[in-house]
């Protein structure tokens, strides 16, 4: 099982639930990374974020980098089923989850695993979100997910990111597009992180499918 923090809402009752958000942080990151921007939410979602169980001296990842290229497909695949089973682990372990409401969002390698599992497993989630990420070229190849069409999917990248070359975000665009998701893609003047303007779109993104429930103002 990976190490992760969760964040419950505070002041909730018994037999309240909440969507939940699977946060999944970047190569050489941590749990604490995406908990930072998703603060704002955690009033009326759970939040799960995880800890990648690859080690790089102090800080993770979910799977091993190559230098060039993309990463190993049966490593990512093999991520991907932990990820999904680990997040119905949590979803049967705390009560206070929604199971038909479960959102996942990822930066960097975290969006790459998130790409994966959405293509693999993501009939079974409502949503998500992609944040500075990659379009693993091995995935174009596969058998289209006839389970996604009509999922909502948030792409955000920087315009000025010199690690991920913004280019990967019309491709990822294009990979849901052509299964028939909803895909809201966004750019920002910023580099290989997120903005505080990247952070009020995907907070209002996650508001939208909260209706009468607006995010709380900075």
Not at 64 to 93: K, W
Not at 102 to 127: C, E, H, N, R, W
């Amino acid at each position: 099982m990976f190490a992760y923090d969760i964040y419950e809402p505070i002041g909730r009752k018994d037999g309240d639930t909440f969507p939940v958000i699977f946060a999944l942080h970047g190569f050489g990151g941590d749990e604490l990374d995406m908990a930072g921007q998703l603060e704002l939410l955690m009033d009326r979602f759970v939040v799960v974020s995880m800890r990648g169980d690859v080690e790089y001296g102090p800080t993770y990842g979910f799977y091993h980098m190559v230098t060039e290229g993309d990463p190993n497909p049966r490593e990512v695949d093999y991520a991907s089923l932990r990820v999904a089973q680990f997040i119905d682990e949590i979803c049967n372990d705390y009560v206070s989850i929604d199971r038909e409401q479960v959102f996942l969002v990822g930066f960097d390698q975290g969006a790459v695993l998130t790409i994966s599992i959405m293509q693999s497993y993501g009939g079974q989630y409502k949503a998500a979100a992609l944040l500075s990420g990659r379009l693993p070229y091995y995935i174009e190849d596969r058998p289209a997910n006839l389970m996604l069409k009509d999922k909502r999917i948030f792409i955000g990248h920087g315009i000025e990111d010199a690690v991920v070359q913004i280019a990967e975000a019309d491709d990822i665009a294009k990979f849901f597009e052509k299964m028939g998701c909803n895909v809201e893609k966004h750019s920002y003047f910023v580099g290989h992180n997120v903005n505080e303007a990247e952070e009020d779109d995907l907070y209002s993104w996650f508001e939208s499918f909260l209706p009468n429930q607006p995010v709380k103002n900075k």
